[in-house]
Nanobody, 128 residues
């Protein structure tokens, strides 16, 4: 079992930045692809970014490209999401998730159903 815990959320003005962290425990962190998802009030959860087990590959939702950066430090069992140029529409609860893709031909995923473990979420609020 892998436990995930997000931190770093908060309230910022539009144009500001936040860095989310997700610390993992209880498993072999470096075995998992990691992803960030978000859910705004009244909306479905959506994919934000994903990173392969070794950090060699990343992929972003169109809404995140050019503004957000996902990274990981396997020595610290932590994945990060650097968010710059934040917009009010980025307001949501942000979740990190871990996917065991070792038996898959892919090394990362945009699909929430492929993730095995989820954190409790951290709130990000961007005001205009």
């Amino acid at each position: 079992q892998v436990q995930l815990g997000e931190s770093g959320g908060g309230s910022v003005q539009a144009g500001g930045s936040l860095r989310l962290s997700c610390a993992a425990s209880g498993g072999t962190f470096s075995s998992y692809a990691m992803g960030w998802f978000r859910q705004a009030p009244g909306k479905e959860r959506e994919f934000v970014a994903t990173i392969s087990w070794n950090g060699g590959s990343t992929y972003y939702a169109d809404s995140a490209k050019g503004r957000f950066t996902i990274s990981r430090d396997n020595a610290k069992n932590t994945v990060y999401l650097q968010m710059n140029s934040l917009k009010p529409e980025d307001t949501a609860v942000y979740y990190c998730a871990a996917a065991d893709l070792r038996s898959s031909i892919v090394t990362m995923s945009i699909n929430d159903y492929e993730y095995d473990y989820w954190g409790q979420g951290t709130q990000v609020t961007v005001s205009s």
